[in-house]
Nanobody, 117 residues
Framework: QVQLVESGGGLVQPGGSLRLSCAASGSRFTIYRMGWYRQAPGKQRELVAHISSGGSTSYADSVKGRFTISRDNAKNTVYLQMNSLKPEDTAVYYC???????????WGQGTQVTVSS
């Protein structure tokens, strides 16, 4: 089992940047594919980006070229660097850990990102 704690959310103006962090504990971090999801009010949770244990990345079309996911296996932490933020990026952002061999998935509590002038 793994516990996930997100941080780094907040209020930012359009065009600004934020970096989200997700610290994992309780299990071997390197066996998990790590991801960021988001959920805006009235909408379903959607995948933003994920990164495999080997460092392969995938992004939603809406964030390609603006967001970058990375992981530091020595610190058991995954990051989401968000640049050129838009009002439509406003959502609660959730960290996810997925173990491909078992299908188990774990979630953090979420961190609010608000993009507004």
């Amino acid at each position: 089992q793994v516990q996930l704690v997100e941080s780094g959310g907040g209020l930012v103006q359009p065009g600004g940047s934020l970096r989200l962090s997700c610290a994992a504990s309780g299990s071997r971090f390197t066996i998990y594919r790590m991801g960021w999801y988001r959920q805006a009010p009235g909408k379903q949770r959607e995948l933003v980006a994920h990164i495999s244990s080997g460092g392969s990345t995938s992004y939603a079309d809406s964030v390609k070229g603006r967001f970058t996911i990375s992981r530091d296996n020595a610190k058991n932490t995954v990051y989401l660097q968000m640049n050129s933020l838009k009002p439509e990026d406003t959502a609660v952002y959730y960290c996810n850990a997925y173990q491909p061999l078992t299908g188990y998935a774990y979630w953090g509590q979420g961190t609010q990102v608000t993009v507004s002038s």
